[in-house]
């Protein structure tokens, strides 16, 4: 079946793009499109051709399975200028995503017309390139520098009315796509034809433009090279003629394509669309989740909610008492009133989240609720309780799931009637934001119920990740391993700050220390209290010393660092320094690529550990865990992909 086929309605041609899932232009539909170009050019009877795409999808980019192999011509951007010179005008007609390549194809047309519900975007810094058919050249001769600074250097999509105010489309259409763009393409060959896209005068920017551009853009890409190359692409775009704009471009693309982050990038988007259907699932079918209950309205329990809600789910939100109640809705509320303050959520959206939570204290009103996630007190009595209360409530096939950060999962559900539907769902902090979700089943837990928690992670946009059972699962377990490494390197010596500051260098948001003092030192002491308590042999850490001093972190005013009040900026304290002046032995001189290098390879190893235990299930799904939730750089890859380059 070819992935191209030409129909003619009168003097239009049609050409069809049928390459399923996602239209990728792959060899043999570029090989198809530029075979396309020449047929109607040489067909007296064709005025002008609509190229549309069957499936779910405009053309969404190159095949970025071909990357790891040598480019094959015919190559996009030839096949982008062929089209441009062809003799009869083409009309993009697009639905669904035109990115990347996809998108580049439809500015060699003379014309782009979308649906109103379309995408389009330029998403090739996210892999870790540029665009490397045009994009960077031809974007702003239709939007200007800065729509194309922006939309290439951040790699974010716009939706169709926006893409059209921009220039990027020149007309949007709603219902049937195909009729749209033959009326659109009727109207448009009555008229005098615009100039090709390469034809089009470049914009030239105001001379301080770009300097704050790379400032801005060295700022926010913390060490990741595509969006300064793809910057530094537009500006010859503007300063070039265009064949050597494309030339510069295609140089920037080629270096960049066969690149460590290109590699890391690429590793992380195939293992992000293959997290949420595992294989060893593919036969289960999930349970239906009409409506999902939420037990506590604390930190977790209104971020669960909130996404639930800001996935259309409805909500029973169960709370201990009334005033707890009424905190638990005041919590979710403000969390919508944050995303209408932010211009996330239309007021009348908030509203409606808002309208989709019944709030209760009665567990009997869990009775006919397909899932339940509990998110109260970290104590096990608390959270038998609740179980107990849930397995007289809820139907023998609801779903129950814990949100426990260490407690043991069959603790919790000890007991509890048909414990096949019993599952951890580990959501992070906030739970709305953070898209790592850690699946936890028991040995109990039947298939069809963790085949639900995928679905549920699916239907919240999470990332999911399987996990077996050990204290703190997979990101936790990593957590206190690196923590537990950064201290040793203090007690080497080594500079609290400069420890910090390495890994923000590294590419982390904050490095381990500035990270404890923001969510409080006292969580990770509690637990080794506990566990102390519990008998087990926990060695004293810096950190207790810490918090011993009363030293929690920014809540308290000063944890690792010292806080001006009012202030957030971490400073050295000398407080610090002399409660651990007896555990430190000085000495050590660490550059911060070493000090990053042990923390990272300290990581790996305890992944490595978790994966030998079977824990977790593949290395990609370790960097998964630690990428989306505990802000390793997604351009390293994760622990395990950078400690295996
Ligand atoms: N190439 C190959 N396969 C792709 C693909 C691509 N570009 N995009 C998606 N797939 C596969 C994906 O692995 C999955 O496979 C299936 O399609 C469905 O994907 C020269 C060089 C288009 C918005 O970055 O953003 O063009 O698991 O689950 O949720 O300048 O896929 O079914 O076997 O994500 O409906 C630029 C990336 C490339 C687009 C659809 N393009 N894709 O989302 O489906 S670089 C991109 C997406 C480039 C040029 C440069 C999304 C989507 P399987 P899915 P979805
Ligand atoms: P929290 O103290 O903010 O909220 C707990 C809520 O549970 C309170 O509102 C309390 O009123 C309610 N509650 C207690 N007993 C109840 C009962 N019998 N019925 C109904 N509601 C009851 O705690 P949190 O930070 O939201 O943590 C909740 C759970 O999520 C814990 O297991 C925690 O380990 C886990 N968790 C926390 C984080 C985090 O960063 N805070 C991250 C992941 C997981």
């Not at 549309?52 to 095949?63: H, L, Q, V």
């Not at 992000?272 to 294989?279: D, I, Q, S």
């Not at 506990?530 to 009363?550: F, H, K, S, Y």
């Given at each position: 079946m070819s992935v191209v086929t030409i129909t003619r309605m009168g003097a239009i041609a049609i050409v069809t793009v049928d390459n399923p899932p996602v239209n990728a232009l792959g060899l043999a539909l570029r090989q198809g499109l530029w075979e396309a170009v020449d047929t109607l050019d040489a067909d007296p009877d064709i005025a002008a051709a609509i190229l549309i795409c069957a499936g779910r999808t405009f053309i969404a980019g190159a095949d970025v399975t071909e990357f790891g192999k040598p480019p094959v011509a015919p190559h996009l951007p030839d096949l982008v200028a062929h089209i441009e010179a062809a003799a009869k005008p083409w009309i993009a007609a697009i639905h669904g995503s035109a990115l990347g390549g996809g998108l580049e194809i439809a500015m060699g047309c003379r014309f782009r017309v979308a649906l109103d519900t379309a995408m389009l975007g330029l998403p090739e810094v996210t892999l870790g390139i540029i665009p490397g058919a045009g994009g960077t050249v031809r974007t702003p001769r239709l939007v200007g520098v800065a729509a194309a600074v922006d939309l290439v250097t951040s790699g974010r999509p716009v939706q169709a009315v926006k893409a059209r105010a921009m220039g990027l489309l020149d007309a949007v259409v709603t219902g049937d796509l195909r009729a749209g763009a033959l009326d659109f393409a009727s109207a448009a060959l009555n008229q005098p034809l615009p100039l090709p896209v390469s034809a089009r005068p470049a914009p030239v920017a105001d001379p301080g433009f770009w300097a704050d551009q790379e400032a801005a853009i060295a700022k926010r890409a913390k060490g990741e090279m595509a969006p300064l190359r793809a910057l530094a692409a537009i500006r010859k775009a503007t300063e070039l003629p265009f064949a050597e704009a494309m030339a510069f471009e295609r140089e920037g693309f080629l270096a960049l394509r066969g690149s460590d982050q290109a590699a890391a990038l690429r590793a992380v988007f195939f293992a992000e669309r293959a997290a949420p259907r595992p294989a060893h699932l593919k036969d289960v079918s999930a349970l239906p989740l009409r409506r999902v209950g939420v037990i506590g309205g604390g930190t977790m329990g209104a971020g669960i909610a909130a996404a639930l809600r800001d996935a259309g789910l409805p909500v029973v939100l169960v709370e201990r008492d009334a005033l707890a109640l009424e905190r638990g809705l005041d919590n979710l509320k403000a969390i919508f009133d944050g995303g209408v303050k932010r211009g996330k959520l239309a007021p009348e959206q908030a509203v409606a989240r808002m309208n989709g939570v019944t709030g209760t204290t009665d567990y009997a009103d869990l009775a006919d609720i397909d899932l339940v996630i509990e998110a109260v007190f970290e104590t096990i009595e608390v959270k038998r309780a609740v179980f107990a209360d849930l397995g007289r409530s809820c139907r023998p096939d609801a779903v129950l799931a814990t949100n426990t950060s260490y407690l043991d999962p069959r603790l919790i559900a000890e007991g509890l009637p048909h414990p096949g539907r019993f599952i951890g769902l580990h959501f992070f902090s906030p739970a709305n934001v953070m898209k790592l979700l850690e699946i936890v089943p028991t040995p109990d837990t039947a298939p069809e119920t963790l085949a639900t928690g995928f679905a549920l992670g699916r239907a919240l946009g999470k990332v999911p990740v399987q996990a077996g059972i050990c204290e703190g699962f997979i990101g936790n377990r990593i957590l206190k391993r690196y923590r537990a490494a950064a201290e040793t390197l203090v007690r080497q010596g080594v500079a609290i700050a400069d420890i910090d500051a390495a890994m923000r260098q590294y590419g982390f948001a904050m490095g381990p220390f500035e990270a404890q003092d923001l969510g409080g030192l006292d969580i990770a002491f509690l637990q080794r209290e506990g566990a102390r308590l519990a008998g087990q042999q926990v060695a004293e850490t810096l950190g207790d010393i810490l918090v011993r001093a009363g030293r929690k972190g920014q809540k308290t005013g000063g944890g690792w660092y010292d806080y001006t009040p009012g202030e957030r900026r971490p400073q050295p304290s000398a407080e610090v320094a002399a409660l651990l002046a007896g555990a430190i032995s000085p000495g050590a001189e660490l550059e911060p690529a070493e000090i990053a290098a042990r923390l990272v390879a300290e990581m790996a190893a305890e992944g490595t550990a978790i994966l030998s235990e079977g824990v977790a299930r593949s290395p990609a799904d370790i960097d998964l865990v630690e990428i989306h939730?505990?802000?390793?750089?997604?351009w390293r890859g994760g622990p395990m992909f950078a400690s295996h380059r």
């Amino acid at each position: 079946m070819s992935v191209v086929t030409i129909t003619r309605m009168g003097a239009i041609a049609i050409v069809t793009v049928d390459n399923p899932p996602v239209n990728a232009l792959g060899l043999a539909l570029r090989q198809g499109l530029w075979e396309a170009v020449d047929t109607l050019d040489a067909d007296p009877d064709i005025a002008a051709a609509i190229l549309i795409c069957a499936g779910r999808t405009f053309i969404a980019g190159a095949d970025v399975t071909e990357f790891g192999k040598p480019p094959v011509a015919p190559h996009l951007p030839d096949l982008v200028a062929h089209i441009e010179a062809a003799a009869k005008p083409w009309i993009a007609a697009i639905h669904g995503s035109a990115l990347g390549g996809g998108l580049e194809i439809a500015m060699g047309c003379r014309f782009r017309v979308a649906l109103d519900t379309a995408m389009l975007g330029l998403p090739e810094v996210t892999l870790g390139i540029i665009p490397g058919a045009g994009g960077t050249v031809r974007t702003p001769r239709l939007v200007g520098v800065a729509a194309a600074v922006d939309l290439v250097t951040s790699g974010r999509p716009v939706q169709a009315v926006k893409a059209r105010a921009m220039g990027l489309l020149d007309a949007v259409v709603t219902g049937d796509l195909r009729a749209g763009a033959l009326d659109f393409a009727s109207a448009a060959l009555n008229q005098p034809l615009p100039l090709p896209v390469s034809a089009r005068p470049a914009p030239v920017a105001d001379p301080g433009f770009w300097a704050d551009q790379e400032a801005a853009i060295a700022k926010r890409a913390k060490g990741e090279m595509a969006p300064l190359r793809a910057l530094a692409a537009i500006r010859k775009a503007t300063e070039l003629p265009f064949a050597e704009a494309m030339a510069f471009e295609r140089e920037g693309f080629l270096a960049l394509r066969g690149s460590d982050q290109a590699a890391a990038l690429r590793a992380v988007f195939f293992a992000e669309r293959a997290a949420p259907r595992p294989a060893h699932l593919k036969d289960v079918s999930a349970l239906p989740l009409r409506r999902v209950g939420v037990i506590g309205g604390g930190t977790m329990g209104a971020g669960i909610a909130a996404a639930l809600r800001d996935a259309g789910l409805p909500v029973v939100l169960v709370e201990r008492d009334a005033l707890a109640l009424e905190r638990g809705l005041d919590n979710l509320k403000a969390i919508f009133d944050g995303g209408v303050k932010r211009g996330k959520l239309a007021p009348e959206q908030a509203v409606a989240r808002m309208n989709g939570v019944t709030g209760t204290t009665d567990y009997a009103d869990l009775a006919d609720i397909d899932l339940v996630i509990e998110a109260v007190f970290e104590t096990i009595e608390v959270k038998r309780a609740v179980f107990a209360d849930l397995g007289r409530s809820c139907r023998p096939d609801a779903v129950l799931a814990t949100n426990t950060s260490y407690l043991d999962p069959r603790l919790i559900a000890e007991g509890l009637p048909h414990p096949g539907r019993f599952i951890g769902l580990h959501f992070f902090s906030p739970a709305n934001v953070m898209k790592l979700l850690e699946i936890v089943p028991t040995p109990d837990t039947a298939p069809e119920t963790l085949a639900t928690g995928f679905a549920l992670g699916r239907a919240l946009g999470k990332v999911p990740v399987q996990a077996g059972i050990c204290e703190g699962f997979i990101g936790n377990r990593i957590l206190k391993r690196y923590r537990a490494a950064a201290e040793t390197l203090v007690r080497q010596g080594v500079a609290i700050a400069d420890i910090d500051a390495a890994m923000r260098q590294y590419g982390f948001a904050m490095g381990p220390f500035e990270a404890q003092d923001l969510g409080g030192l006292d969580i990770a002491f509690l637990q080794r209290e506990g566990a102390r308590l519990a008998g087990q042999q926990v060695a004293e850490t810096l950190g207790d010393i810490l918090v011993r001093a009363g030293r929690k972190g920014q809540k308290t005013g000063g944890g690792w660092y010292d806080y001006t009040p009012g202030e957030r900026r971490p400073q050295p304290s000398a407080e610090v320094a002399a409660l651990l002046a007896g555990a430190i032995s000085p000495g050590a001189e660490l550059e911060p690529a070493e000090i990053a290098a042990r923390l990272v390879a300290e990581m790996a190893a305890e992944g490595t550990a978790i994966l030998s235990e079977g824990v977790a299930r593949s290395p990609a799904d370790i960097d998964l865990v630690e990428i989306h939730g505990y802000g390793f750089p997604r351009w390293r890859g994760g622990p395990m992909f950078a400690s295996h380059r």
